[in-house]
């Protein structure tokens, strides 16, 4: 199975599998800073273009294999079919392996077995999305929590992504331009789900920001979404990337905090600046922490990927320049 860390992701911005320039768009040389993209065959797409967008998948990848592969220090790369029928054919694809994994939409307790059997024996990861009616519900959050963990997907689910603009509209509801989305039933939502899934050791991820006219507002969105443990923020337009991965960065207090309680030698209980630090109980959260320093940076200094361990992909270019895929 991939080995990839959910603090990669950062800002993941959706596109449709109909676009003619995802390739520059893999090969980084499109969007400044992006770190994971998904190519949507779904929502994006409309019934009419499906086929158009599947051949265009299928271009992209032919070109990525001509190549060799993506390059190490591109973005993530994930597909979102319509439904786990279009998964299942996708995953037989040769050329799949390509990419990093599918997104999975509308998921749930239903669906869950059919999205089993969908990713067979490939080494793809999954990213389901919570945006159905029956998020809203405890007792069945809790019940797919429990499928999950004891499912053949466990090890293959990267994060859950909570889709909020679904979700308002399960409600018949769109969010007020002026506020952030914690400002309604979604400040009921998210909580619930960080509880309920996050108990379990699931990453979130948090819903996507869809305005581009008031920075402000997504500033304090992004406040409450990183006070929530989420890890990631779908993104609506590169314009916000560099604001979601601002936010995402860690304190450079909270970073020396992390490694005081991670210490070998730390005591059961000290103070660090100004507050109490309780190894036995704050070891989760420093490394997270951590974790999180190592993709997303500190902020205030350069990223600190370049001082770790950190797991790359590995790139082999063949004969065939990129360029001309890219024609």
């Given amino acids: 199975m991939k080995q990839i860390s959910p603090y990669e992701l950062g800002a993941t911005l959706y ?5 003619d320039d995802l390739l ?9 800073g992006l770190r994971s993209l998904v190519i949507c065959l779904e929502d994006a797409v409309s019934d009419a273009d499906v086929s158009a967008g599947l051949h265009n998948l299928a271009k992209v990848l032919s070109c990525i294999e001509e190549v060799g592969g993506r390059p190490a220090d591109g973005p993530l790369v994930f597909v979102r079919p319509r439904n786990s029928s279009m998964a299942a054919t996708l995953a037989q694809w040769p050329q799949i392996r390509h990419i990093d994994g599918f997104v999975a939409p509308k998921f749930s307790r ?4 059919k999205w089993e059997q969908a990713m067979g024996e490939s080494d793809l990861l999954l990213m389901p999305t919570l945006e159905s009616a029956d998020v809203f519900d405890p007792l069945a959050m809790s019940t797919l929590k429990n499928s999950l963990v004891s499912s053949s997907l466990r090890e293959r689910i990267l994060v859950l992504r909570i889709g909020g603009n679904d979700l308002m509209g399960c409600l018949g509801l769109r969010r007020d331009a002026s506020r952030s989305l914690y400002d309604g039933p979604m400040g009921y939502v998210i909580p619930m789900l960080v509880g309920i899934m996050g108990s379990a050791g699931f990453a979130l991820t948090a819903p996507v920001y869809e305005r581009m006219d008031n920075i402000d507002v997504l500033k304090a969105e992004l406040a409450r979404d990183v006070a929530h443990g989420l890890v990631g923020k779908t993104a609506i337009h590169p314009c916000q990337i560099e604001t979601i991965h601002e936010a995402l960065k860690v304190s450079v207090e909270d970073l020396n905090a992390a490694k005081l309680i991670l210490a070998q030698d730390a005591a059961a209980v000290f103070k660090h600046g100004g507050a109490m630090c309780e190894p036995a109980t704050h070891r989760a959260w420093a490394k997270s922490i951590v974790d ?11 990223p600190l990927a370049s001082d770790a361990d950190v797991v790359v992909r590995p790139v082999h270019f063949g004969a065939v320049p990129v360029a001309a895929c890219m024609a």
């Fill in 15 to 19: 596109m449709p599998a109909t676009r």
């Fill in 24 to 32: 520059k768009i893999i090969f980084n040389r499109k969007i400044d």
């Fill in 110 to 113: 239903a669906t869950l077995s």
């Fill in 292 to 302: 999180r320093a190592q993709w997303q940076g500190v902020r205030g200094s350069s």
